[in-house]
């Protein structure tokens, strides 16, 4: 522990140097002893409560970085006292990773928090925006959206979600057949890396910007910010949503959709999801929920539904023509008339969480799906969720191996399972995961397989870990690296020995570097 206090002092006094600071007026950066901002600062962006009172580490030093210099400078004093930095933006992490540790030994580490650099420069012109890392994606819509009202991104759909860790790992919308993942439309990148050099798209290397869209950022450095090719919006675009209980065909309306929507024209969005409603026994339920979006007015909508998803019902009433912009609230679930809702970076919700994810290639049966829906109907509380995001588009005429996020054609949709909970006692939370696992046990035959593939932003410890802080080898991380990232994960592991080959930036989930 001495010489914990020694390796603290060390960097926190390097870190002071080379910013221009001084111990008694540290301006960005925090210690635990800082009792009056350091929780504040700590749980600001912090979206899955369980990582606070999971005896997980927590950091040594916030740093709250105001230029990129910062950044750099917390690299460099990071690798010669040795504190590790965990990099967080918009603090969704699925599984804590950006702003706690499950390391055994207990070396301090510093969590860079980058919600200070958050600048949004749009183009409109050129059709193009540079965003700081730390801004959300209702940051970069509400901002988009008011410097030209012809151009969108595609993203995701809560508000809250961080730039930095969202394009990393692929990062996916309502918009995502018609123009592929938010990572698909990152044209260029300023960068930190383990250096501590400032890099951009040029000076990094084809390999190093091909891996940091999709294989996760938080593995080659620290963004700082990205420029994004915006895409074209009309005017007006249509959003529904219809829902179904098992008494009203939801089975089989689920059934058709698996056919049905990865094959729809780009312009027709329609995900579907499903949870557990009711008393149990007599009034317990699955209700399907089928949301949508057209890209143009009401009648164009109405018309493509009904040519190519008739038996979905859906009724003038059940629709609402909107701009793009009010789409993103929409599917947000913020009020339609509030667009600085967007701004609101503070959590949601108070709660924990888990998810975990799968990639369907060929439709699930009915009589499949009845089973399912007899594990999704055994727990009372909470409902657990089973999202299904509809693939093709785009997203099937990009190669596998364009960029490092891999999941392409062949995959019909990829179903997140997602739970949110209240309670923080273990047990409870303990029950949740329990539930959680027994579904997932019970997707095994109707889903991808060799390997299991697994989406990246919907992080999943249960997938596999290290705790050995820096030594992760390449079979080991093969467990998760495979399944996040199929065949690019040796490429991925080569770029990383390239450019980390110490794995300074090194995590529970982490790709080693690989040299042969
Ligand atoms: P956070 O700051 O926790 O970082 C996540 C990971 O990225 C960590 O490993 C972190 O170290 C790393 N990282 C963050 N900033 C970095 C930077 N600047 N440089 C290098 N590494 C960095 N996904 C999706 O595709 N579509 C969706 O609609 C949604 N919706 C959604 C809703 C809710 C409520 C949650 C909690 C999550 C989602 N997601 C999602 C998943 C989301 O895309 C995923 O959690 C992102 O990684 C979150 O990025 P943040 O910056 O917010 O997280």
Redesign the pocket.
Known sequence: AANDIDTQANFLNCFLEATGGSSSSPSMIYTPNDTSNFATLYRS?I??LRFLSSGAETPSFLILPSVAHDAQAAVLCGRIHGVRL?????????E????VSFTSTDEPFAV???SG?RSIEVDAADHTAWVG??A??GEVYYNVAAASPTDGFP????S???????M??????SLLRKYG??ADNVVDVR?VNAEGELLTRETMGEDLFWA?RGG?????????AYKLRLVPVPPKLTVFSVSRTLGQGATRLLHSWQSIAPWLADDLWIRSSVIAIGEAPVNRTIQATFQGLFLGPLGATLAAINMSFPELGVRAEDCNELSWVESTLY?GGHALNNTRALLNRR???NSS?K?KSDFVREPISEKAWEGIWKVMMEGEEEPLEMIF?PWGGRLWEIEDDAIAFPHRKGNLYNIQYFMRWFETQTEMTERHLTWMRRLYEEMTPHVSSNPRAA?????DIDLGSSTEEGRTNYTEASAWGRRYFLSNFEKLAKVKARVDPENY?W?EQGIPPFAA
């Open positions: 962006s979206q899955n965990r990099v967080r933006s918009g603090g969704h992490d699925y804590g990773l950006s702003y860079l928090d980058l650099l890392a730390g959300t994606l993203a995701g759909i809560c809250t979600v961080g730039v930095g860790g969202h990393s790992g692929g990062g996916f919308g993942l938010a960068m940091i996760g950022a938080a593995n080659f450095g620290i963004v700082v599917f959590p949601a919700f969480f998810g995001e989406y990246l932003n919907y992080k930036f995590n």
